[in-house]
């Protein structure tokens, strides 16, 4: 396979506050499917994850649990970390922001920012936010609450460091305005532009000096380095990266391909981040890819509201392939998503179990009951085959296009159409007619070995979904060594090979029973 070059993705490091529940991990998900496919495109891949560690809400969540905020990161990282490897996640890199190297390269970026002029201090007084970590003007703070996330908001005032945002807003809208594929999806880039750049950028809190868990500013040891400035910073430090030296791995992958986010955090990564990037004099990132949330049938997940679900769970329900693809089909480009348990079994049902896996295990089984085992060569074509190959082309062409506009869920369903084709020129070819007479054996064998064929074309497309799932049937059906440009070519896999033992792969779910027990578990 030709090596294409680097890429270089990242999700928004995870808040090691709480557990993370199942929406939460969507940025995972979606930057591992990404990343699977870009690896199997011959891609260099460095993929990178983790948790941002610092700031009040965790010492004040330590301080009630009786330990110090190191044991509470300590903690909760590694809960995050796990949760990561449990959906199969498979980055490069693990970074926490209380790494020592991290810790080190912020310290010095502060210092080189703070020399140059673009930062200062100052006192602030104004409306905080604990659990968002962000100071709001009168203007913003309607009504004393937090225009983010509703929770009441408390007058603050004290020394801080700023970071002269206004210095660099006329070259950030510059950048935007001649970069429109800079953010996906467009509506966040508008967005941005209309509603925070335009009207003036406010100077940003850069230090806290009222609290103590965060990094220490190397030349004022009583104020630390405030969030965004620590937890962005995370994906250069990540590469090695600090003022006074550049690692090879940052010279090699920066600038960042994409970076996955929540649309929630947009506007730090698409006015703080460049801005941050302008000042060192680095590079920009290529896209900014902010996704919509993962809502609970309508509502945001809340544990207070007690609509929350966890990816542990879910994976115990339902299995891993099966909670991946229901992430990746579920979530629409620039609108919201939703999960309920009765949205998964049904997705599992009709998708996985009906389409997908009963493609799988009809073809398998008709494979040796006709076939004795043996992929038939295709030889007298049938009325249906063109059909049949223009449609696997078109998940082909659709499944890659889809993708590389981090259009996720319409990727899937590309390779999903080709499935359900597949299901329904087995309902127009009739195998089990044509066997009764020998002398429509060769038709037979063009009618399998097409089915064959489009169920390899259909699992490679879905491999970055499905890895486990898609592996065994390509294992099976002898084309586990595949690569990912095959599914372009129908005709690919090898008539000979004699197909392995499938195993039920996904089990049609009792909807009833499985509430039962979901409702029951609770």
């Not at 506050?17 to 990343?35: E, F, L, Q």
Request: aromatic share 12%; net charge negative.
């Amino acid at each position: 396979m030709t090596n294409k070059g680097k890429f270089y993705i990242t999700t928004a490091i995870a808040y090691a506050s709480r557990k993370p529940h199942i929406g939460n991990t969507y940025d995972v998900v979606s930057a591992d499917v990404i990343a699977r496919y870009k690896r199997a495109r011959g891609y260099d891949v460095f993929f990178c994850t983790g948790t941002d560690e610092h700031g009040q809400k965790i010492e004040n969540y330590a301080a009630e649990a009786g330990i110090s905020p190191q044991q509470y990161v300590d903690n909760i990282s590694a809960e995050i970390k796990r949760i990561c490897e449990l959906l199969g996640s498979t980055h490069t890199h693990f970074i926490r922001t209380t790494d020592d190297y991290h810790v080190k390269a912020v310290q010095k970026l502060f210092t080189k920012l703070y020399t140059q002029g673009d930062i200062y201090k100052d006192s602030y007084e104004g409306w905080y936010c604990v659990p968002c970590e962000s100071f709001f003007t009168d203007t913003q703070a309607k009504d004393g609450v937090c225009p983010d996330c509703g929770r009441p908001l408390r007058r603050e005032k004290e020394e801080a460091y700023f970071f002269k945002m206004s210095k660099y807003q006329d070259k950030l809208l510059s950048f935007l305005e001649q970069n429109p594929d800079f953010v996906t999806p467009e509506n966040i880039r508008r967005e941005m532009i209309n509603n925070f750049i335009k009207p003036g950028l406010q100077d940003l809190c850069v230090s806290r000096s009222s609290f103590k868990w965060g990094i220490p500013v190397e030349f004022d040891q009583k104020h630390v380095v405030y969030v965004w400035l620590d937890a962005l910073t995370n994906y250069i430090t990540a590469l090695g990266y600090s003022p006074d030296k550049k690692d090879e791995k940052y010279e090699k992958y920066w600038p960042c391909d994409v970076h996955v986010i929540g649309k929630d955090i947009a506007r730090f990564h698409t006015i703080y981040w460049p801005i941050f990037l302008m000042a060192l004099g680095e590079p920009l990132p290529k896209k900014v890819f902010a996704h919509p949330w993962l809502l609970f049938g309508n509502d945001k997940m809340s544990k207070s509201k007690g609509n929350v679900m966890y990816a542990d769970d879910l994976v115990e329900l339902f299995g891993l392939d099966a909670v991946r693809y229901y992430l990746a089909s579920a979530m629409p480009l620039t609108t919201d998503g939703s999960i309920t348990y009765e949205s998964v079994i049904s997705c599992f049902n009709t998708d996985l179990a009906n389409t997908f896996g009963n493609l799988a295990s009809r073809t398998v089984a008709m494979t040796k009951k006709y076939f004795g085992g043996t992929v038939p060569a295709p030889a007298e074509p049938t009325e249906f085959d063109a059909e049949l190959k223009e449609a696997a082309k078109a998940a082909y062409d659709g499944f890659v296009e889809n993708i590389e506009n981090y259009r996720i869920s319409d990727a899937v369903n590309s390779a999903m159409e080709l499935s359900r084709r597949a299901n329904k020129y087995i309902d127009l070819t009739t195998p089990w007619a044509l066997a009764k007479d020998e002398s429509q054996k060769a038709r037979l064998g063009t009618v399998i070995y097409n089915l064959l064929e489009t169920l390899r074309i259909a699992s490679l497309l879905l491999t970055p979904v499905m890895p486990g799932a898609c592996g065994k049937i390509l294992s099976v059906i002898g084309a586990d060594g595949d690569e990912f440009e095959s599914a372009a070519t129908f005709g690919a896999l090898k008539d000979g090979y004699t197909v392995g033992d499938l195993p039920i792969l996904f089990a049609r779910v009792d909807e009833a029973k499985m509430m039962e027990k979901i409702n029951g578990d609770k």
